[in-house]
């Protein structure tokens, strides 16, 4: 199953790395990364794209990784989020898993069976919140409080957030961003 990765961090040799790092251990053709250094771009990206798993870093310059995995729980809640840093103090771990509900903690420097180990983790409970939503939903249309339309609705919705919404202009003329 192909995955897509975003991955953020405000320093270029790290993303360089982590992403080197994920491509061996899950193979050229199993993912797509999409590296980012500004977490503004990366809140942009999250409207536009759907991602499997997130990669943040906790230092950056214009907010730091909590607020912004805050942020992507939000606007993608069946992604699964993890927290990237140099520093294990307590409260940053702590903020990370109650705050932003990350899934895993990554510490700076890490080894490959580390984060060969937490990639699986993270793949196989993306795997399991997929299906469990795919179940609640058999369930829902079984007892006639889904239709098929609504199902096939947030299956699409899913795989490309905004794809079911159509703005309009005040003629009634469909509007297309820049």
Known sequence: ????????????????ALNRSLRQIAGPDALTTECLSSPKEAIQRLAESAFDLIIADYHMP???????LRIAREVQPDSV???LSASAEFKTIL???????????????????????????ACERHDQILAEKQLA??????HGDLSREEAERQRLEALEPGITYVRRGPDGGVLLDD
């Open 1 to 16: 199953m192909m995955r897509h990765v975003l991955l953020l961090d405000d320093e270029p040799n790290v993303l360089s």
């Open 62 to 68: 214009e907010m730091d990784g909590v607020a912004f």
């Open 81 to 83: 989020r993890m927290m």
């Open 95 to 121: 903020g990370a898993i109650n705050e932003a509900e990350a899934f895993r903690f990554i510490s700076k420097p890490w080894t490959t069976e580390e984060l060969r180990e937490v990639f699986t983790q």
């Open 137 to 142: 939903n058999e369930a829902r249309q079984l």
